[in-house]
Each structure stands twice: as C-alpha cells, then as structure tokens.
C-alpha cells in the first residue's frame, strides 16, 4: 500500500475508534440529566442513585473520547495537508466554534457537575448536567457541518488563483439540506445508544440482585432500582430507533439526491431501473458484488425505489450510467484536484453494500432486544432467564456497532471523494508524508488505543460489578464548610 491508502487507513481507524464514545456520551449525558432532575422534583433516593451511577460510566466515557477525539485534528496536519489547505477556509469556522463554545461548554460544566455535589444550589446543580448535554449536541451539529459539505459542498466558492475553496456563506454551510437531516439522524442514534447502554447494564444488575436474592431466600431491595433503570433504557432505545428509522429513510433520498452513485453502490446496482419498473431492495446477496455474479436470495419488490425517491415505481439510476456520467462531469472539469485519469468515480462496492445492510440489522436487534425486555419486565416483572445475561451485553454493543457501520457506510460511499465533486482523497494527502512514516504513527496510535481501550473497559466492568452506592443525603451548600477541599466526587 502507497502512503495515501496507509493515511485512509489510519484516519479511519482512529476515527472508527474515537466514535464508539461520542454516541455513548450524547445519549448518557442525557439520561443522567434526566435522573438528576426527577431527583431534584421528586427527592425519591433511586433517582440521585442511578444519577450518580450513571454519572460514573459517563464520566469514564467522555474521559476516552476526550483524549481519542484530540487525535483527529493531528491527522489533519499530519496526513492530509493539501486537503487542510484546499478546505481550511471552509472548516476553520465551524470546528472553530466546535472547540470554543461546545467543548469549553461540556468540559466546563462537567466539572462543576463532579465537584458540585453539596456546594452548588440542587436545581443549579441538574441544570449542569443539562448544559453538558446542550454541549455535546452542539459539538456534534458543528463537526457534522464540517462533514456535511465534504458530502454535499454548499455556501462556497473555487479561488482558482489560489487552488482553495473559501467560504460566502457561513450560515447556508450550517443549513446544508444534507447537514438539517444528518443531525437529528445520529443525534436519535446517539439517544438509541445512551438509552440501550442504560437497558444492558440495569438489566445484568437486576438479573444479578434478583439471582442472589433467590439464593438467600430474602428480598433483594435493589430490583425495583434497576428494573425501573433497565425500563427507562429499553423506552429511550425503542423510541430513538423509531426516530433513526424515520431520519434514515429521509437521509436516503437525500442522498440518493446529491450523491447517487452511493445509493447504487449500497444496493451493488449495476443496471439502471426506469420509471415504471421498480428497483428492488436485496436483504441478502450471494456473489462477488461486481456486477456479474451477484445472487439475490432474499429481495424485496421495489424498496430501493422507495428508499431512494419515496416511490415504489421511481428510476434509479446504476453505477454504470454513474460511472458514464462522472467522468464526462468531473474528469472534463479542468480541476486537477478532481481530473484524474485514473479515478473511476466508483466506490469499494462490497464495503458499501454490507455496511449499508449491518447498519440496519444490528440497529433493529437493538430495538428488538429493548421491546423483548419492556415486554418482560411489565407488570412488576422480574426476568432472570439465562439469555437475558447475553442480551446485557449485546444491548450496549449492538447500536455502537450500527453507529460505526453507518459512519464507515457514509465515508467509504463517498469515495473517491474526499469533498464530492471538488477533490479526491487521493489529491487530498500529504506529499511530504511518505509510507513508512504514516505506518509509524498507525503502530503507534494503534498500541496507545489498545492500551486505552484496557483501561476504559477494566474501568466500566470495575464501576458496573460495584453497582449504584447506597443513598446518601447530599450536603446542603449552607451546611458545607467553604474552605474545605475539593475532593473527587467518585
């Protein structure tokens, strides 16, 4: 491999990584949010418990994505210095905004979160955890700008004096059409995530105090505390999936709009269906995806129309008719970031066609699981069947992985793209960077994330075996001695 397929691989890598954290952090700031205000109306003892349980596996969390997110701005000096300057115009405002404002807001009122506990008034006190949520919200609107005009390029114009794009219109940036519906889309992922993390782990705990209580032939007081978490969990997944749905089936057709070379390439649709005709949806391929011995076992009658234009009879268009089409477009344009001789304009067909399928089928094992655990612990219910332990576990993982699915579905369909239509990956890539240096760096971020990933796991099991802590009154500000110390709240 060359040094830009090494420099592909490392960001992806370390991208991949990075955001197995965001959608946790999103979805659980506000869950504990949530928990920390019913304490404040409420004053019942499992609210401040599970807020502060809570509280302790997403601090662990953003901790991680934290550090693995500063990562990405290195890679883009590091790697991709012709792609940072062709786009630095463009990206310097959002990402800027990202950094000052939403991060300085989240990393903020975290802390007065953590340390607050007793020294701050108790509905100033919810409201930070609120206000880290708000943060993380916007840190994702402003990275996902960024990323939406490397899908669809918009408020912008081509300085061909100076090989830059610049940006004209900084508002019409942030309300890109691909950006409005991408935002809530993984936003409600996110929500799916932090809701199906709560389910995995009140669900194990519940099982496991409702076990011990079985052995000792007593009542064990801490079900109804994990049953009502694991409830709440299985309720935010369901519906933040009902909502993915909805979002996703918008985002097709979006993209299907400016980018319809990915909606062929997540079908593997090499021949162009006419009006009239419908295009089906295969669920399950057999074959080489490469337009000759492709074998759809289970398809379904005119759903990538519907996918792609909201009509069961709609045209769509196939990668070859794409292809055709590209490189009379782009390859006659005159630009040399985008006139390759040996662009093909066409994705890594199988990687789009299975991530685009994995995506939607371990989201909709996720929900699944969360309305198998509402069913079961209806009515007071205590669930303690032997296959409950693995859903736990699958609960959390399943979303995280249709999230990553959908990030590396998204990335690898625009290629060979690096902003549509502008510039390819390939034009994009450090010049001075050889292979050997870029292998140097992968080892080494690689060895540091497999450390970390020890660390964040031995952390999480660590706090989850512990359970939620006995309650225990919170201090009045009044009552608090002012020249005490800060001390760690976990």
């Given amino acids: 491999m060359d040094a830009t397929d090494l420099a592909r691989w490392q960001f992806a890598i370390t991208t991949v990584y990075h955001f197995l954290f965001v959608p946790i952090t999103i979805g659980l700031s506000a869950i504990v949010a949530y928990f920390h205000t ?3 109306r409420t004053h019942k003892p499992d609210y401040l418990r599970l807020a502060k349980f809570f509280g302790k596996l997403f601090t662990i969390n953003f901790a991680l994505g934290l550090v693995t997110g500063i990562v990405q701005e290195f890679q883009f000096g590091m790697n991709w210095s012709d792609y940072s300057r062709f786009v630095g115009d463009i990206f310097g405002a959002p990402l800027a905004v990202e950094a000052l404002l939403a991060f300085f807001l989240e990393s903020t009122f975290l802390g ?9 008034p108790e509905k100033l006190h919810a409201a930070t955890m609120w206000i880290v949520h708000i943060g993380t919200v916007l840190s994702a609107y402003f990275i996902l700008a960024a990323n939406s005009f490397m899908q669809n390029p918009v408020g912008y114009r081509f300085n061909a004096e100076t090989g830059r794009a610049e940006l004209t219109d900084f508002f019409g940036m942030l309300t890109n059409e691909v950006q ?3 935002f809530p889309h993984v936003v409600l992922a996110a929500y799916m995530t932090g809701g199906a993390v709560v389910m995995g782990v009140s669900l194990h705990l519940m099982r496991r105090e409702a076990l011990r209580a079985e052995g000792l032939a007593e009542k064990a007081p801490d079900v109804p505390l994990y049953r009502k978490a694991t409830r709440i969990g299985a309720w935010v997944t369901l519906v933040a999936a009902l909502g993915v749905a909805i979002t996703g089936d918008i985002q097709g057709k979006i993209m299907t709009e400016v980018q319809p070379m990915k909606m062929a390439a997540a079908e593997g649709l090499y021949e162009s269906v006419a009006e009239g005709e419908g295009a089906p949806f295969s669920v399950l391929t057999l074959g080489t995806l490469d337009g000759q011995h492709a074998n759809p076992i289970i398809e379904i009658p005119g759903l990538l129309s519907w996918l792609a234009t909201g009509d069961f009879n709609g045209a769509v268009k196939g990668i070859i008719e794409l292809k055709a089409q590209y490189a009379e477009t782009y390859g006659a344009s005159g630009n040399p970031l985008v006139a390759d001789l040996a662009t ?8 789009t066609y299975w991530t685009f399928r994995l995506m939607i089928g371990v989201g909709m094992a996720a929900a699944a699981i969360a309305l198998a655990v509402l069913w079961l612990t209806r009515k007071e219910r205590t669930p303690t069947h032997r296959w409950l332990l693995w859903a736990a576990v699958a609960a959390p993982l399943l979303p995280v992985f249709a999230n990553s699915f959908g ?6 369909g625009r290629q060979p793209w690096i902003v549509f239509g502008l510039m390819t990956t390939a034009s994009g890539v450090s010049p001075g960077v050889s292979a050997g240096e870029v292998i140097t760096s992968m080892v080494g971020f690689t060895l540091l994330y497999g450390a970390l990933a020890v660390v964040e796991i031995k952390l999480f099991l660590h706090y989850v075996r512990r359970g939620a802590d006995p309650f225990e009154q919170p201090e009045e500000p009044s009552e608090r001695d002012e020249d005490a110390p800060l001390v760690f709240a976990y």
Avoid at 112 to 120: A, C, E, Q
Avoid at 407 to 412: A, G, H, K, N
Wanted: hydrophobic content about 55%; aromatic content about 24%.
């Fill in 344 to 351: 093909n304009y066409v994705p890594n067909i199988p990687t």
């Fill in 112 to 120: 007065l979160w953590i340390f607050g506990w007793g020294r701050i």
């Fill in 407 to 412: 990030w590396i579905f998204t990335e690898v």
């Fill in 180 to 182: 409005l519906i991408t």
């Fill in 38 to 40: 019913q304490w404040v």
